[in-house]
């Protein structure tokens, strides 16, 4: 859905309500691909969970009132004929709500409650307020009036099969602010009213989005909903997260990938470098003792079961090009030292011995987890992998240079030439990359989008290799952009997930490869699509390539930030 011109509305259905820096939001979508009748607080920490649940009542009668949910990036509401509530975010972790002739319940997510899971609820002697505390997410939600009644406070202390509920309710209109905290806090005092809070959420909003899309409505539609996804899917540093870190949403895909992290730190590089340079390092703080980097970190957990492709290389080459201002030379020793490591460690944990090209473990390690391209075998030494590591490579030898290592430059540097030419002479054969068994050396095919991923070697392509690829990706194009498995594949899938529908990273690391590699045209028309697709169908996690309809998640990051990312450099180009 995009922004509605003047209102700047959005699908709360789609798109959770909620700020940059908080670990909750305001959604009904409360599991994966479970969307709920009323709208809850959702909190990530310690897992996606569903702890409150908001439900609008008649003052009269105590019935369930019908509403209209509202969202904008500055405020909430539901809406009926004869009332309105409205919630904003005062802080990182509180909002505010206000009732206006309809009445606000607010019971836990789920009634039941046992000795290890469910919501406690009970009044607070030392301020008064009323608290529910959850097992499952390990925090309390305090809940206190400003104004108005409590008219039924049910269920206060009360253990398993006590249904738990609390209801605002005021002649004049009513006020309350909910808080998600640790242990204990001092009673709340409001630093403002609720205007004030709602003022100061819209104009951190308007900061965020301007430092991030800068270019005029015209030339790029979406832009503000896509700074929005971003800007309302960032926590602040908690748990394994040390960094301010862009989610992949805020809806149950609310991690950071190792890969993901590459394509946000991408799109807040020129507005906002800071934020922009810690996405980049959050998977690197967490890099283990062989260089690998974990598949995947959140709030509570930390994933090394499989790891993601090292675009890293590629990824850093742009953000470097991006940024405002170059890192300090420290910082920039640090990152190229750790960038190092994650490279010795597909050159020494991942490449067998007597071969010369590293291999995937599994279809996950490569991003593309269900392609074609692993249907024979999961161990795969494949074309992508080879080509990002020749890149990360060359970045290296750059830094390198940049840092005074003539040396290490020159090893790098080496170490790529090789890389690309056991690349050229195992992997091409008959016009095409073929895939190979690090066990038996049999090579394999496929129609997956991932074989012609080399392209994003660029200018390194010998000129030949290039045009072939190219000719083979522009196969793939529909009037929505890049499908990941040939339309005319006997193993296309409208919705098979890497079989089938358009993926953001696949676009943005092929639309920079066919540029580098001389074939600005087709690039030009794989940006074109894919931005229109997305000022039509939204950021969804993927779509169907041949109706452009978004599907699974649909508010996902890394989807609105290569919207920012083509939109920003189509209009550097055109306005040069």
Known sequence: MTVTPGSHAFAIQEIPFSRQGSWFNISSVTAQHTRAQDLHLISHQNGMHAVLRFVPLHPSSGSRAETVWKATPAMLAWEAESGRISLVYESTDTVRLRGDRLDLAITPADQELTSFTGTYFYRDPVDGSYQFTSYETGRRYRITLLAGVITTAEGLEGLAGADRRLVLSGAHGWEAVVEEIDSARQPYRAPGDFTAAAVSHADAFRDFATAVAPFPAS??????????VLWSATVRPAGFLRRPAVLMSKHWMDKVWSWDHCFNALALAPGLPDLAWDQFQIPFDLQD?????????THSEVLYNFVKPPIHGWALRRLRERLPRQPEPDKLRETYRRLERWTDFWLRARTAPGLR????????????????TFDGRRVLITADLAAFLVLQLAELAEIAKDLGEVDAADRHLRTADRLQDALLEELWSDGRFRSRSPHTGDRSISRSLLDLMPIALGERLPRDIADRLAERIATHLTPYGLATEHTESAHYESDGYWRGPIWAPATVLIEDGLRRAGHADLADDISHRFRRLCETSGFAENFDALTGEGLRDRAYTWTASSYLVLADDHHRRTSA
């Open 219 to 228: 030339r790029a539609a979406a832009a503000e909903l896509a700074a929005y």
């Open 289 to 297: 003792e062989t260089g690998a980097l974990p598949d995947s970190v």
């Open 357 to 372: 090209l590293p291999h995937y473990q599994h279809g996950n390690d490569s991003g593309w987890d269900n392609a074609t």
